[in-house]
């Protein structure tokens, strides 16, 4: 990659990285569905001037249904299954199940055949991905788990299927009007059930994790996202979740005081070197070209 692909990369391996921590926290006190709500609507009305002032609002009345697909593939449901899953299982291994998505993106473009090949360099580092994440996994299963890990599963297929969206049906529209129409339609949609589930009580410390979660790990990553993709390409852009899960797995031990367990030890240094190989092999320029310029979370 490039000079200033490896900056966008780190930063987006930074603000990625802490918001395990911050949905730990924050789903101590917060129904999952009030947090999806909490962390869509501010984001989508602090990017609604500048939607405006872009003179995008044609742009994103002529493309609403499938800003709103994606909103719900990308943001409405998974981020409500991730939230559900982080009150049951550890911040560290909801992050490193995150490395799923790279792996099914990879599936996704060799079916689609959407990039340049991909090279053998490449299959093998998402190899020793996928084999660090089956020990993360099977080291770490205890009674009722498979359902928390279940949720997470699913949240990588939305993930994975995000950019496909985004390369595609909204190539032709700006990152910020895809992120401002996508978050404000799954915030509208989720104020019915949080009307029934809205808290008595919330402390400061849960809003200030909202409202991190909000204008930077949401607003601040996708319009940082969207100009990686458009440096590297979509499928190696969702290599960051790999450089992600180092910071989260710290992050969860040190602050939260999660176990360093077994299936950390002996899976997490695997998705490290997977990651590594997976981003070192050069990319066709020409490839990069025909990716979506819409950011992605």
Known sequence: MSRRGWAYFLAMAVIWGIPYLLIRVAVRQLDPGVLVLARTAPAALL?????????????????????????????GVPWYLMATAERHITS??????????????????????????VSPRRYLGLGIGALGVAFLVGLNLKGGSITWISMMMAVCVGY?????????????VAGPTVVMGATGFVALCWIPWDLAH???HVNGETWSCVAVL?????????????????????????????????IAVVLGIVALHEPLTVGILVGFPLVITGCIF????????GSLKTVSTAPRP
């Open 160 to 172: 994975a299927i995000g950019p496909i969206l985004l390369a595609t049906k909204l190539k032709d």
């Open 47 to 75: 990017l609604a001037p500048l939607v405006v002032a872009q003179r995008q609002l044609p742009s994103l009345l002529q493309h609403w249904k499938w800003i709103a697909v994606f909103g719900a593939v990308e943001f």
């Open 198 to 200: 809205w808290p008595a």
């Open 278 to 285: 997976a981003t070192s092999s050069p990319a066709p320029r």
């Open 92 to 117: 560290s291994l909801t992050s490193l199940l995150i490395c799923c998505v790279p792996l099914l993106s990879v599936v996704a473009q060799r079916i689609r055949r959407t990039e340049g090949r």
């Open 214 to 246: 909000s204008v930077v790990c949401t607003v601040g990553a996708f319009l940082t996202f969207f100009e990686l993709i458009k440096e590297v390409g979509a499928t190696r852009a969702t290599v960051v979740t790999y450089f992600n899960t180092a």
